[in-house]
């Protein structure tokens, strides 16, 4: 190593931040610090005369940050030789001259929500230490990622219990079933799609929020780059709009993190003219404790169409009524009466002269008018002899008059005259979550459903159930692949029980509490239901079908992110050698024969060696290997898959291992 090279990382090597614990520097979060311009990178660059003079410029007696100079020389393979590339130029895990994470087609980010990542992400890094979180995979190598998987596991809950399951139930060649699905969601989906294409009325998510700390829905890394979280969720809202019905809706709740990339996003995919609004949900009235300026007490839920002139909200009350005096129905249907004069006197005839006018009432109160006729009751907008105004001015209540908006009821003695409003509510876009039915608690409904602590903020069922009220009818399919501990179904259930209809809800939950959590809360709340005798009247057929991705490689990256020794990297490796598929570009002989060099490295540089030379393609078994003998899928689960893809032949061309 020259002399340069010694006083460039010595002096780098002062910022503790810059430095890992085996005392090698994170090039990759010293290369962001300098896009970043950040200050202690800059001092540190400008103490050295001969550091400042490679990388900087004087311009006007100032000096000026080269640096995309910089970067060259920290990605130069020549310099920062650390261990990990020791070790991989030794074994030759390379494409074409390049290591894996210096290419940028596509990334794939463990764990455990992992994502494709297209395009420009070769300097990506995570804000935790363990960067093989984040892993580029070649585009040319990705051929079967996003291909329909093989099913398993399958089972049946039901109200008498977990039942086998023997055949899906379909309507007109729709799958009429309540379904949760274990796997990565963004795999899931594109299982799912062929299936449930342009079906779906309702999508709604809860994804991570990316707030850096643990107060999150789900258990996983919620601490991505920023520019990994916006392709992370692309990726998904991108293939999500497909589910989704001309008349569908897709509903999004998150924090203020996010909130603007997010709706910039969702505008871009859905069309800013189809942003129907941006809910506040008040959360927490004290608000987070911890913020040093503004406590944030609301979250957001962001509501867009996918077509706003087909797309439709339902005629209901998703709050407590208020008791109305007067109420009214006619062949329209209900109304609830308001007072037409405003509730204060807030200006003078001299300012709002318009707002003052005469409305005159026919004797048998049927018709109004703006017209001064005989035998007509003389109505103005005064109250213990205080001139007040009308809600509108004359010519809007003209128009409005003109479609039966008003109406005229004798009151004490006194002609007033009323607003009508239909039955349901203006929905409003500030929403009081928790308000008005406290046994909807997220935590404490969970609670009392498990009767023990099995989730960390669980989404309150009142904020779920009301949209799902209000966006869907009595046999729409609803969507939620990030369903996390099950609010969504939940909310589908109860909204089925006290409304009636025969909802259909997809869950897609990638983490082991899919099993022990998701599906058991739906398990338990069917039978609830049908203990109460509330489910509707078909309650025998209440069920919810439970399946899994059939894991491949994806076994081999939980046991890698589980193990906490060398020794478990070791026998982990011992069994990918059999019986994992690898990438192309890795020498079995060569990694063996630099096993000595491998057990040098740091345990988070070992996992992320071996998380980086499995296949990707390979995570789940695909869809085409099904009677590949190497997967060894049983002949319930085949025959269950292709009921579920409705492939009625076996397919003459079958991929085998030998062909990958």
Partial sequence: MNNFHEILINQLAKESSFVTDDGELKKFIIIDAAFNMNRKLIELLLEVPEIKQKFFTEISGHWVFDINLFVQYMENKKFLKDSYTRFRNKIGLNIGGKFLNQRNEVSLVWPFKDCILEGGQSREDQKRPEIFFNEILAQEEIDQLTEPK?????????????????????????????LIIKGNNLLALHSLLPQFEEKVKLIYIDPPYNTGGSTDTFKYNN???????????KNRIDI?????????????????????????????????ENRIGIVSILINPKGRQHEKFFSASTEYMLVYAKDVNSAEFNKVTIEESKSEKFNLSDENGKYRLDSFIR?????????????????YVSKDLKTLTLEKTKDYYEVFPIVNGVEYTWKTQKDTFEIRNKENQYVAELVDDKVQIFNKYPEQQVFKNIWYDKKYFPEFQGTNLLKKLFNDNVFSYPKSLYAVYDTLKIMTDEEDIILDFFAGSGTTGHATLELNKNEGGNRQFILIEQLDYAENVTAKRIEIVIKNNAEENKMFSNSQDVSCVYLELNKYNQTFIEQIEEAKTGEQLLAIWGEMKEHS???????????????????QLSIETQKQHLCEILNKNQLYVNLSSIDDEDYQVSEDDKRLTRDFYEIKEEKEVIQTKADL
């Fill in 240 to 272: 999500a709009k497909r589910f989704l019905r001309k008349d569908g809706f897709i509903a999004i709740t998150i924090d203020h993190e996010e909130l603007f990339y997010l709706g910039a996003i969702a505008d871009e995919i859905f069309g800013r």
């Fill in 223 to 233: 601490s991505f780059k920023h520019s990994t979280w916006l392709t992370f969720i």
């Fill in 343 to 359: 509730a204060r006197s807030s200006t003078t005839r001299e300012k709002k002269e318009d707002s003052f006018y005469p409305i």
């Fill in 150 to 178: 093989v099913l398993t596991n399958w089972k049946r809950f039901t109200v008498e219990g977990e039942k086998p399951v023997t055949k899906l139930k379909r309507e007109n060649g729709t799958i009429k079933e309540n």
């Fill in 581 to 599: 598929f690898l990438n192309y570009n890795v020498d079995i002989k060569k990694h063996e024969e630099a096993i000595e060099d491998f057990k």
